[in-house]
């Protein structure tokens, strides 16, 4: 059986509040209160890998950091058309990788990094907790048969 829609749901969402409140400068990066956001969701995710028994444990927490990929990206590029009056400023590793390119291509490089950073955290977060996962089942599978 896989992991509930509702269980999916659930892992996915908390992931959301650091982004939005990161995005919009209200939690500062390397803070108490950003690692509190940012570590909270990656325990529920650890609790998750390590307690609930599944027949493809990879593959249902690869889907997760898809899903938790494009909740990075859907925010970032909402907040991209919409977010400077609310205080999103975009990352600055984005804008130096959009500054080698001309003008007419700028906003699409930037655009695209910030996507393919997205689809790198979200998808690499889901591998490692589904390999976590994927030996976790396996030293339950040799232990208790």
């Known amino acids: 059986m896989g992991m509930p829609v509702w ?17 919009l400068g209200i939690i500062i990066a390397e803070t108490p209160v950003y690692y509190v956001f940012a570590l909270v969701p990656y325990a529920a995710w ?3 890998a390590i307690f609930r028994k599944s027949e493809k444990p990879f593959r249902e927490f690869l889907v997760l950091g898809v899903l938790y990929s494009l909740t990075l990206i859907v925010i970032h590029q909402l907040l991209w058309n919409n977010g400077t009056e609310l205080g999103h400023q975009l ?19 930037v655009r ?10 979200g998808v690499g977060s889901g591998a490692v907790f589904g390999l976590i996962a994927a030996l976790m089942r396996r030293i339950r599978t040799r232990r208790f048969g």
Do not use: H, N, Q, W
């Not at 600055?92 to 007419?104: E, T």
């Not at 695209?112 to 955290?121: E, K, V």
């Open 7 to 23: 269980l999916v749901l659930l892992l996915t969402l908390l992931m959301v509040p650091r982004t939005l409140l990161s995005d």
């Open 91 to 109: 990352p600055r590793a984005a804008l130096d990788f959009g500054a080698k390119f001309d003008p007419p291509l700028r906003e699409l490089a």
């Open 112 to 121: 695209g990094y910030t996507i393919m950073i997205s689809l790198l955290i």
């Open 46 to 48: 650890l609790g998750v």
